[in-house]
């Protein structure tokens, strides 16, 4: 099969033709219908997270498409059925497990990260239970949600407990985590003010389009000084950087009001300088992923539409130009490789 793969770090990936496995046991052959292309695999291609278990790999994190083969063992699911993968495969069990947040054990392994991908003709899943079905969505525009749909989805839930009628929420970066964190912020906490900050005019206006209520040029205007102003003076009750860099954590952290909560969510790898002076009792966590559970409401949500990623599709012999635009932050929501475009 054809697969797209990181060869060495800091170069280019290739295509390359690789054995198509074959699923025995609870294993599931998934042909690819979509697989979405993460900032995250930036750092990894970089080599800023190397944390790949071998080289040649095949990356690709987000992945949906259709069952193509099923070992003997395999419940629920036939060839044909339109399914979204799950990431975390567990395999052994902890009590993250137990809990059902393989997201956060120790000996799960992540497609694409510490399993092979699904930028790729065909995905190996381990067990039908990392399938969930589709419905009536379709493949492409539900990779996405599998990580930029099911991150900020998490996310956003951490601030649930904090928020009151009429808070602030802020998000820092509208790329396409960001704009799912608009979008929920608005959905499951409709009565909170929406502030979106970044230095993209075009992806300001996208978060204006998905519910934003104010958004923040932070190459014009001071979003902390901003955010004051709109809040009265008081802060924001909830603040999302799903950028991660020195600037954005550290203005996360000055924009949140008295017990404020401040989840960071990217990985630019940032600094948070802490002094004694300044605290409010401002909590500060981090989010990974999802669980299998809260990928299924985002699916649910999908279903309903009233969530919907926006995509762009590209070929195998696009991957390596897309993500150079992705590094430059020109890629509007989601670029998903479709295999079965030329």
């Given at each position: 099969m054809k697969a797209v793969q990181l060869v060495a770090y800091g170069k280019p990936l290739e295509i390359r033709e690789v054995p198509t496995p074959e699923p025995v046991g609870?294993?599931?052959?998934?042909?690819?219908?979509?697989?979405?292309?993460?900032?995250?695999?930036?750092?990894?291609?970089?080599?800023?997270?190397?944390?790949?278990?071998?080289?040649?790999?095949?990356?690709?994190?987000?992945?949906?498409?259709?069952?193509?083969?099923?070992?003997?063992?395999?419940k629920g699911f036939n060839v044909g059925d339109k399914v979204a993968v799950y990431g975390g495969w567990s395999e052994k069990v902890d009590r993250f497990v137990l809990k059902g947040e393989e997201n956060l054990s120790d000996v799960t392994k992540w497609v694409g990260i510490g399993k092979p991908g699904g930028y790729a003709?065909?995905?190996?899943?381990?067990?039908?239970?990392?399938?969930?079905?589709?419905?009536?969505?379709?493949?492409?525009?539900?990779?996405?949600?599998?990580?930029?749909?099911?991150?900020?989805?998490?996310?956003?839930?951490?601030?649930?407990?904090?928020?009151?009628?009429?808070?602030?929420?802020?998000?820092?970066?509208a790329g396409g985590l960001g704009q799912f964190g608009v979008r929920y912020a608005k959905l499951l906490t409709p009565e909170v003010n929406v502030v979106t900050v970044d230095v993209n005019r075009r992806k300001l206006e996208i978060a204006r389009e998905l519910g934003s209520d104010y958004v923040v040029d932070s190459t014009e205007k001071d979003p902390v000084k901003e955010v004051k102003e709109?809040?009265?003076?008081?802060?924001?009750?909830?603040?999302?950087?799903?950028?991660?860099?020195?600037?954005?954590?550290?203005?996360?952290?000055?924009?949140?009001?008295?017990?404020?909560?401040?989840?960071i969510v990217g990985l630019a790898g940032g600094t948070l300088k802490f002094s004694a002076g300044t605290v409010n009792e401002v909590s500060v966590t981090t989010s990974n992923w999802g669980t299998q559970l809260e990928l299924s409401e985002v699916l649910a949500l999908a279903r309903r539409g009233v969530i919907k990623a926006r995509v762009e599709r590209i070929g195998f012999e696009q991957v390596n130009e897309t993500f150079e635009r992705l590094a430059k932050g020109e890629v509007e929501g989601r670029a998903v490789l479709v295999p079965e475009l030329p």
């Amino acid at each position: 099969m054809k697969a797209v793969q990181l060869v060495a770090y800091g170069k280019p990936l290739e295509i390359r033709e690789v054995p198509t496995p074959e699923p025995v046991g609870e294993n599931v052959l998934v042909r690819i219908g979509g697989a979405g292309l993460c900032h995250s695999d930036l750092h990894i291609m970089e080599g800023k997270i190397p944390i790949l278990p071998y080289l040649p790999f095949t990356l690709g994190h987000e992945n949906a498409g259709y069952v193509e083969k099923v070992g003997p063992n395999v419940k629920g699911f036939n060839v044909g059925d339109k399914v979204a993968v799950y990431g975390g495969w567990s395999e052994k069990v902890d009590r993250f497990v137990l809990k059902g947040e393989e997201n956060l054990s120790d000996v799960t392994k992540w497609v694409g990260i510490g399993k092979p991908g699904g930028y790729a003709e065909y995905l190996l899943v381990p067990s039908y239970r990392y399938l969930l079905p589709l419905g009536n969505l379709d493949p492409v525009e539900a990779a996405p949600l599998t990580d930029a749909g099911l991150t900020p989805y998490r996310a956003i839930k951490k601030l649930l407990p904090h928020l009151y009628p009429d808070s602030t929420v802020v998000i820092i970066g509208a790329g396409g985590l960001g704009q799912f964190g608009v979008r929920y912020a608005k959905l499951l906490t409709p009565e909170v003010n929406v502030v979106t900050v970044d230095v993209n005019r075009r992806k300001l206006e996208i978060a204006r389009e998905l519910g934003s209520d104010y958004v923040v040029d932070s190459t014009e205007k001071d979003p902390v000084k901003e955010v004051k102003e709109l809040t009265g003076g008081e802060g924001a009750q909830g603040v999302v950087d799903f950028v991660g860099s020195d600037v954005t954590m550290n203005q996360a952290y000055a924009m949140a009001g008295r017990q404020g909560t401040v989840v960071i969510v990217g990985l630019a790898g940032g600094t948070l300088k802490f002094s004694a002076g300044t605290v409010n009792e401002v909590s500060v966590t981090t989010s990974n992923w999802g669980t299998q559970l809260e990928l299924s409401e985002v699916l649910a949500l999908a279903r309903r539409g009233v969530i919907k990623a926006r995509v762009e599709r590209i070929g195998f012999e696009q991957v390596n130009e897309t993500f150079e635009r992705l590094a430059k932050g020109e890629v509007e929501g989601r670029a998903v490789l479709v295999p079965e475009l030329p």
